[in-house]
C-alpha cells in the first residue's frame, strides 16, 4: 500500500500518462504501487464508497506495457476489496475500454453504477 511519501511519483505517474489526479490524495491509501530500480512504474487504486469501489488511476509506464503488470495490479485490487468486503468494483475509463474486460469488467452505462460511486464522477 501506498504511504503518504509516495504521493508525488503517484501524481506523477498519472500526470504523465494524462490521467486524472483529482481525488487521489484522498485516497492514495488504497493504492498499490510496482517499483523498478527505485522508480515508480505503475499503480492502482481504489476509491472505496460504502460496499462499493471505484478502481482508479490503473496505470503502467509504457515501457512496462504488456508485461502482465496492469492485469497484476488490477488482480491485487479485487483481492484487496474483497478483504474490505466490497461488494461492487466498478471503473470508469475513456482510454481503456478495450483493455479492462480482458480482466472481467463488463461495459455498462455510468447510469447502472452504484449508488454510492455518484459522489466519485
Known amino acids: 500500500m501506498a504511504a503518504a511519501a509516495d504521493l508525488p511519483a503517484i501524481l506523477e505517474l498519472l500526470r504523465g500518462h494524462h490521467l ?6 484522498d485516497h492514495f491509501e488504497h493504492f498499490i504501487l510496482e517499483f523498478a ?3 515508480l512504474i505503475g499503480c492502482a487504486g481504489l476509491e472505496l464508497r460504502g460496499s ?7 496505470v503502467v509506464n509504457a515501457d512496462q506495457r504488456s508485461s502482465g503488470l496492469g492485469a497484476q495490479l488490477v488482480r491485487a485490487q479485487l483481492e484487496a476489496a474483497r478483504g474490505l468486503h466490497v461488494i461492487s468494483v466498478s471503473l470508469l475509463t475513456t482510454t481503456a475500454e478495450m483493455y479492462f474486460p480482458r480482466c472481467g469488467f463488463l461495459v455498462a452505462p455510468r447510469s447502472k453504477l452504484p449508488a454510492e460511486l455518484n459522489n466519485s464522477l
Open 20 to 25: 486524472p489526479d483529482a481525488g487521489v490524495a
Open 37 to 39: 530500480d527505485g522508480r
Open 52 to 58: 462499493a469501489a471505484l478502481l482508479r488511476s490503473v
